[in-house]
């Protein structure tokens, strides 16, 4: 196995022929090879597959899609027919490869995540141990550069471009905070959105350079931080009207189920969204399945406890990012480094109410496993799959969150829940 393959090798994963993957509207490339290969299979027992499985765009070929939305290979008992006919092999890479995210850095590293939208990812079914995959993922790796014909690259920030190796050292320094256990999540979040908002000051960014010495001083910075962070966390006593907006809109991003959508649907979607960035709306449908308030949103977080166990799978998903660096440069639509740590520093709140939520709709007001996960899901089907993400508005929401007491407001509910066994 390579030395420099990076990813987390506590996850799990295994198919459970659930259809979701090829059931979502998701565009699904293929190459001219595939097309020609996947073509020229015999499917005369499927009568109803259309005489073009594949549609030509200009960003090259696709597969075509029912019109509900369904992949056309989809057989109605949720199967793939290339699948169940010709074997695994058969697929297009794209197919194959999912739930992974595999890469190949210009450094010649190669990375792997996994995609938490995907049921199989987050817990059900069959797992296997994410460890045993590593000659797939390089046997994968150099098949999509075949089909990419790039590396991946990264960038720290427009200003900062440091090498592969020293953006690794960096997020492991996030990693060290991030995962420290002997403290509450809540405080670890604010100490790395701190060193986060105090590299984006330019005359202290030349430190993002010295990546040995950033190691060690950002874990220093972080210890000396806990009791002062702690302390404003729990001082913290409201949050600007503004602010509320901003995170509504960064819950509405996340819950937003328009794949399926008539353009008679969109202006009414519109007009409840508005009406939910106010904080006067409820928002329907969205991917939730279930209707949110605006109102109901922050008295489900302050009402809810959660089970010791139940952020278990958010942080198998945060070290899967931190150490694929799958959340900036290319496998992150080239977001740079601070704007895709942000997104994850985000992400732990996200989750908390989506998962409150969900307590709350059953009205036992505990969140467990089950409720994290599923808010996973969602946050992972949003989190940097759409270029919704890469907007101006949606990161400067995301960046202005992160000042002043607004931010530490948000930890403060999360960090009110009770804990329990």
């Known amino acids: 196995m390579s030395g420099k393959l990076h990813f987390y090798r506590k996850q799990f994963s295994g198919c459970v022929s659930c259809g ?13 090879e595939e097309v020609r290969r996947i073509s020229s299979l015999d499917f005369q027992e499927w009568s109803a597959l259309p005489r073009s499985c594949f549609k030509r765009t200009l960003r090259g070929w696709y597969l075509r899609k029912q019109a509900d939305k369904r992949c056309v290979f989809l057989d109605s008992d949720g199967l793939c027919i290339i699948h169940k006919k010709f074997g695994f092999s058969a697929k297009p890479l794209a197919c194959r490869l999912y739930p992974l995210d595999v890469y190949r850095w210009r450094d010649g590293s190669i990375s792997a995540s996994l995609r938490y939208d995907c049921p199989a990812v987050t817990g059900a079914g069959r797992m296997e141990p994410f ?8 046997a994968f790796a150099a098949e999509l550069f075949r089909y990419r014909g790039r590396d991946a690259d990264a960038a720290y920030s427009r200003r900062i471009h440091p090498d592969v190796a020293r953006l690794r050292r960096i997020a492991d320094s996030y990693r060290n905070i991030l995962m420290y256990e002997h403290i509450a999540p809540e405080i670890r979040f604010s100490a790395a959105v701190r060193l986060l908002l105090f590299h984006s000051i330019r005359k202290n960014s030349s430190d993002i350079l010295e990546a040995e010495e950033f190691e060690a001083d950002s874990f220093a910075f972080f210890k000396r931080s806990i009791e002062h962070l702690t302390v404003l966390v729990e001082e913290a006593e409201k949050i600007r009207h503004d602010q509320l907006v901003r995170f509504r809109y960064l819950i509405w991003c996340f819950l937003r189920d328009d794949s399926r959508a008539t353009w008679s649907a969109h202006l009414p979607m519109v007009f409840a969204a508005l009406r939910f960035l106010i904080g006067r709306g409820t928002l329907k449908p969205t991917l939730l399945n279930r209707e949110v308030n605006a109102e109901a949103l922050f008295h489900a977080v302050w009402k809810c406890r959660r089970k010791k166990e139940a952020p278990e799978v958010f942080f198998r998903f945060l070290q899967g990012r931190l ?3 799958h959340f900036c440069g290319s496998p992150a639509l080239g977001l740079p480094f601070e704007y895709g740590m942000a997104y994850l520093l985000i992400a732990w709140p996200i989750v908390i109410f989506l998962a409150s939520v969900l307590a709350a709709e059953r009205k036992d007001f505990l969140i467990g496993p089950d409720d994290v996960r599923n808010a996973l899901i969602l946050v992972d089907h949003g989190f940097l799959r759409s270029r919704l993400f890469c907007r101006r508005s949606t990161k400067a929401a995301v960046w202005n969150l992160m000042k002043g007491e607004d931010y530490a407001f948000l930890m403060k509910l999360c960090l009110h829940q009770k804990v329990v066994s």
Not at 20 to 32: A, L, N, R
Not at 131 to 138: N, S, V
């Open 20 to 32: 979701k993957c090829c059931d979502c509207g998701w565009p699904v490339p293929v190459t001219s």
């Open 131 to 138: 460890g045993k995959l590593a000659g797939t993922i390089e």
């Open 323 to 325: 150490v694929s660096m």
